[in-house]
């Protein structure tokens, strides 16, 4: 008997020192929290509630608490910080150290080593963990000698970029209407998919402007008299004209802007205008080469338009003899973008309206579009006006799909609303927006104040 209270004494002195070396105590003084105490010792107040339940009511004045010495929460952002220099891994379903450390004939220890993150061997899905120094990735995510090769002298030919805060693969593609594959293929030097302000990442398909850049302004003038004459001549033949347009650029225009509006390239754009190599000026006459062919009349007129805070803004219009220029349907991926646009933005259906406002504190129309967009990395810009002049490509009504932007003229013949497209039927187009009245909701055509304003439609998504 005195052998077992023995053994127990004994069992609860070393349950005590054990508990005592993984805790501190903390005794509560005049004004503390548990939610203070907390944050003074950088752990979650669940941690504290699981070792001191009584906490949960009210902290009595010199009350003891236990606080954990390792605390899970400075576990996870330690983790969450780790990111890894050199080549690294993404764990995925069903993974262990072991079979990571055999995939690339190494050891765990040495696993372990590289990663001091880590606290115990379960690995978490889609974790990152840093190979050890000498290895590289799996053999077959890694380019042969050869290849590189052809890649090194591409990439000397090609249009170098520069990154910029907050751009991503995907943003960068979008500027320059290329695909993230092709953008990815030429950039293998980028690890992690991980790009850093001032990066350098090249522009695939981009060879023949930096072979113009080195051309003398000679060279260019011969270019422009050469298109102006083959120009000329088509129209004397009357062989399939094609009607050659002059752009006059406004503010906050953009390159990607204009060749998205008359449906061509930036690299034709700037073969036309090589003086916009270097970037655009307010005021100047741009060159739009087969922006209309056979019956089609192109005319720029001036059409005032106003936002959602009275601003006024220009934009140009396409008029043709035979309605507008085909748009191609909507592919499968496009598809489900917009479907994941339409999915956010009713993610604030009920929320009130608010002039200047882009959060769930309150939207005005744009600011709802902005707000949307944002989650693919798209930057509209900030007014009904701006998007209507300077965003997609104009399309014909009967054309609508699901994603694009839906314009009325609110305040007399000024654009001065905007919305999202998120179904469309026969002859009925629905639409989520923030009204003036009840904030977001989804309105339709049919409504007779929106069918009398309807004014265009922008395709953005491509």
Known sequence: MKLLKSLSFLFLFMSASVFAQKTISHKVVSGESVYSIAKKYDVSEEEIFDLNPKAKGLLQLDMVLYIPKNSKKKTDEKKAKFIPKGSSHKVESGESLYTIAKKYDTSVEKLKDANPQLESDNLQLGEILALPKGIAKHDDEKLSKTERKKIDKLQKKLQKHSVASGESFYV?????????????IVNPQIENDKLDVKDVVFIPG?????????????????ERESNRIENTEEKTNNVDPVVSVVHEVSPKETKYGISKRYGISIAELEKLNPQIVNGLDVGQKLTIKGAAKGDEVVTTKEVVVSND???????????????????????????????FLIEKASENLGVRYRGGGTDKNGFDCSGLMFSTFKNIDMTLPRSSSDMAANSGVKIDK??????????????????????????????????????TSSGVIISSTKEPYYAKRFVQINRVLN
Not at 413 to 418: A, M, Q, T
């Open 398 to 435: 009967s054309q609508a799909q699901k994603g694009d932007l839906i314009f009325f003229a609110t305040r007399g013949r000024w654009v001065g609303h905007v919305g999202m497209v998120t179904e469309v039927l026969d002859d009925e187009i629905k639409f989520i927006h923030s009204s």
């Open 309 to 339: 805070t009275n601003e006024t803004a220009s934009t140009s219009t396409t008029e043709t003899t035979e309605g507008k220029l085909e748009v191609l349907p909507l592919s499968a991926d496009v598809a489900m973008k917009a479907d």
């Open 172 to 184: 960068i593609a979008k500027k320059y209407n290329i695909s993230v594959e092709e953008l990815k």
């Open 206 to 222: 981009t060879e023949e402007i930096a072979v113009k850049e080195k051309k003398g302004r000679e060279e260019k003038k011969k």
